[in-house]
Nanobody
Framework: QVQLVESGGGLVQAGGSLRLSCKVSGSIFSINTMGWYRQVPGNEREWVARVTSGNRTDYTDSVKGRFTASRDNIKRTVYLDMNDLRPGDTAVYYC?????????WGQGTQVTVSS
């Protein structure tokens, strides 16, 4: 089993910044890609960013240049640094970890951006 625990969400004004963290524990053997999704009530979960085991990063277009995903394999933690936040970024953010045959999810953390 793999467990993921997120932290760092909260309320911030437009233009502000937040850092989300997601610590992975358990049977992490062969975990490769880690990343983030977000979800607004009533909408489908939207992929936001990922970091591969080789530290390649990819982003959805709406966050490019504002968000940075990174990982610290020693700390078993993946991060999402979010800058220039906008009200449209308001959502519950979920981290995930993938390996062959499975994807694991965190419990989600709320990010609210006020205008």
């Amino acid at each position: 089993q793999v467990q993921l625990v997120e932290s760092g969400g909260g309320l911030v004004q437009a233009g502000g910044s937040l850092r989300l963290s997601c610590k992975v524990s358990g049977s992490i053997f062969s975990i490769n890609t880690m990343g983030w999704y977000r979800q607004v009530p009533g909408n489908e979960r939207e992929w936001v960013a990922r970091v591969t085991s080789g530290n390649r990063t990819d982003y959805t277009d709406s966050v490019k240049g504002r968000f940075t995903a990174s990982r610290d394999n020693i700390k078993r933690t993946v991060y999402l640094d979010m800058n220039d936040l906008r009200p449209g970024d308001t959502a519950v953010y979920y981290c995930y970890a993938s390996r062959a045959g499975g994807r694991y999810w965190g419990q989600g953390t709320q990010v609210t951006v006020s205008s």
